[in-house]
């Protein structure tokens, strides 16, 4: 069996996983992260990292909020409806640099939170919690794809799923900008 094959049964069955177990999966790994942050003090910690632990926490607020006023303006959401209701491919601004800002700021609390910590126990659970975040975008592309159809899969062609920092070089450098 090739490699791509294998690749794809596995991105497959990933999909067809339960949101109910990675949900669970992810709330508990999540909470648990979150509230031992404040038991766990390292007293030895590096000064540096917890500050890029900061700077990380800052980017993963603006990759959680933003997407909400952003599909709110550009996604054409029916009235009364959730911001994730869109009824339009939101491709630009936020979603012109990561298919998935807000599985980003999960990612990135995670990240987060184990640089500000420096404990090994909230590195294993932001591992953990990272790793099924990363799994429930690859289920969001496919939602997508059932949505939008060949618009999306375009869309996947041009924006990252979740680097932000590709996502950010290819948008400077993209139609020749650079």
Same mark, same amino acid.
């Given at each position: ?26 709330? %508990? $790994?999540?909470?648990? =992260? /979150?509230?031992?942050?404040? #038991? ?21 607020? #603006? ?5 909400? /006023? ?15 209701? $869109? $009824? *339009?491919? &939101?491709?630009?601004? #936020?979603?012109?640099? &990561?298919?998935?800002?807000? @599985?980003?700021?999960? &990612?990135? #609390?995670? /990240?987060?939170?184990?640089? %500000? $910590? ?5 590195? %294993?659970?932001?591992? *953990? ?12 592309? =496919?939602?997508? /794809? ?10 996947? =062609? ?5 680097? @932000? *920092? ?13």
């Amino acid at each position: 069996m090739s490699k791509e094959l294998q690749m794809k049964r596995w991105k497959e069955s990933v999909c067809n996983w339960s949101p109910w177990v990675s949900g669970g999966v992810l709330g %508990i $790994t999540m909470v648990a =992260q /979150i509230g031992l942050s404040f #038991i766990l003090c390292n007293p030895s910690a590096l000064p540096v990292l917890k500050w890029l632990g900061y700077v990380v926490w800052t980017l993963s607020a #603006i990759f959680g909020i933003v997407p909400m /006023i952003t599909f709110r303006v550009k996604g054409r959401v029916p009235k009364g409806n959730s911001y994730m209701h $869109t $009824t *339009v491919l &939101v491709d630009s601004g #936020i979603y012109a640099v &990561v298919r998935h800002p807000q @599985f980003l700021a999960g &990612v990135l #609390i995670s /990240i987060a939170l184990t640089l %500000i $910590t420096q404990h090994w126990l909230i590195a %294993i659970l932001g591992a *953990v919690s990272a790793g099924v975040t990363y799994l429930d975008a690859l289920r969001a592309d =496919q939602d997508g /794809i059932e949505k939008f159809g060949a618009e999306y899969e375009c869309y996947m =062609q041009r924006v990252p799923r979740l680097n @932000f *920092v590709a996502g950010l070089l290819r948008l400077a450098f993209r139609d020749g900008g650079g």
